[in-house]
């Protein structure tokens, strides 16, 4: 069909559904606690309304996906052949199946506090399940049905046609991965990376490029980092710490993809036979007009309602069943080995000279947060707000931002995902992160101070 023969519906149907979704997952809206999105504030709503009841069903929720895992097992592949779906969800490979099995028996522990205390602590296994998995399940619920909006009616093809020349050149990334960034940083971390797996799944990333957005595009959200440069007591340099974290993170950008482990992916898509998105700009058209002829085609190929429903459904349970078992049990064991071992500590002392060399004060003090990050972001803003030096507590904040990599959340999120990164990739990446950055923020530090 030609750019000049579509019908006006074809014209509403891709542009109604594609605002709605910029809308739910992009359009900053201010609140009394800063600003969020609409997607996150419909999430909050339903934090509180299920507040006393969230840690049983996300405990329930944690044990039904072992159970359904440990049957399918059991029963084998071919028994959930009618349903591609739930043999794609429960029948998983060995170590998966163990690691539900292990994150079920966590979840029962935390819930009912039984066994050891460093298990089921306020600062280990109680944060997981009375905190971040709430607001997995919340966030989830609304970012798993709405997803499609953004993905499925031309969107992507629009923004990704027109940014191709950007992201490209300097990342390596076709220009819908732009859609991804923007979702995180708006938004939350959580949507970027579920929106890179299910673009991989789709055909769309090659294993290079879904690994290279997953570690490196999913970005904390302005909402996440304002709590915590609050939480080391600089709310007041707001402006100038995100304009850190975005410097940092932009040159890391431009590095990571270039280096193992993500250069070494292959540039292969999930199906062997696929041939991915063109890139291409055809004669007669330029970049707007080609990517909206693109957005239109995509949005009429979606004539089902019920079809809209029941993709957004099975994102849902997707992300509940198969990510935050994954969260619960290496979140959980980061979460452990950092508040009751002195691990992270040790790891940290090759960077006292460093830090020293660099001028920073209280520099062992900071050594000690530098890789504790690994097991939760939050983790070296709680022990840098005791340090006096107002340089120190702001480094330590803008360099747990950009490291992105963290067990208690994206780290088992990625893990969870169809994303191709195995736990030696996600520890490569994250010190990798670490040494480009931290002399990057120190620098831009000095001048501000």
Do not use: C
């Amino acid at each position: 069909m030609e750019k000049n023969h579509y019908r006006i519906s074809d014209h509403i149907k891709f542009i109604i559904p594609s605002l709605i979704g910029v809308f739910l997952f992009m359009f900053p809206l201010k609140t009394d606690d800063g600003v969020t999105i609409p997607i996150a504030l419909l999430a909050g709503i339903v934090q509180d309304a299920l507040a006393g009841r969230l840690s049983a069903i996300m405990m329930v929720i944690i044990v039904l996906t072992a159970v359904f895992t440990l049957i399918a097992k059991m029963a084998g592949k071919d028994a959930l052949q009618k349903t591609p779906f739930f043999q794609q969800l429960f029948y998983v490979s060995l170590f998966w199946t163990i690691t539900r099995v292990i994150a079920a028996i966590f979840a029962v522990m935390v819930y009912f506090e039984l066994g050891p205390s460093f298990i089921h602590g306020a600062d280990t296994g109680k944060m997981l399940l009375d905190d971040l998995l709430h607001v997995l399940f919340a966030v989830f619920l609304f970012a798993g049905l709405f997803l499609p909006l953004l993905m499925n009616f031309g969107l992507l093809e629009l923004v990704g046609t027109m940014m191709t020349k950007i992201m490209r050149p300097l990342f390596k990334l076709p220009g819908r991965a732009s859609i991804d960034s923007l979702a995180s940083w708006i938004g939350d971390g959580t949507i970027g990376i579920l929106l890179t797996s299910k673009q991989y799944e789709e055909g769309n990333y090659t294993k290079r490029e879904a690994a290279v957005i997953g570690t490196t595009f999913s970005i904390v959200s302005i909402t996440f980092s304002l709590v915590i440069i609050g939480e080391v007591g600089l709310q007041h340099m707001f402006v100038p710490f995100y304009l850190t974290v975005l410097f940092a993170g932009f040159v890391a950008a431009l590095i990571m993809p270039r280096i193992p482990p993500l250069s070494r992916k292959a540039d292969r898509y999930i199906d062997p036979n696929s041939d991915g998105v063109s890139e291409e700009i055809p004669e007669g058209y330029n970049v707007f007009t080609y990517g909206y002829k693109k957005a239109i085609d995509r949005g009429r190929k979606e004539t089902s309602f019920y079809q809209f429903i029941k993709e957004g459904l099975q994102n849902i349970l997707d992300m509940w069943m198969g990510v935050a078992p994954v969260v619960m049990a290496f979140g959980l064991t980061a979460l452990i080995i950092a508040e009751n071992t002195p691990l992270f500590s040790w790891l940290g002392v090759p960077f006292i000279p460093v830090l020293e060399w660099m001028q920073v004060p209280s520099a062992t003090a900071a050594s000690e947060t530098i890789l504790i990050g690994f097991a939760d972001m939050f983790l070296p803003a709680i022990l840098a707000s005791g340090i006096e030096e107002e340089i120190t507590r702001f480094i330590i904040a803008a360099l747990s931002v950009t490291q992105l990599i963290y067990m208690s959340e994206v780290g088992g999120l990625l893990l969870g995902s169809k994303v191709p990164v195995s736990f030696k990739d996600l520890v490569v990446i994250f010190l990798l992160r670490t040494l480009i950055t931290l002399p990057v923020i120190i620098l831009i530090a000095h001048l501000i101070f």
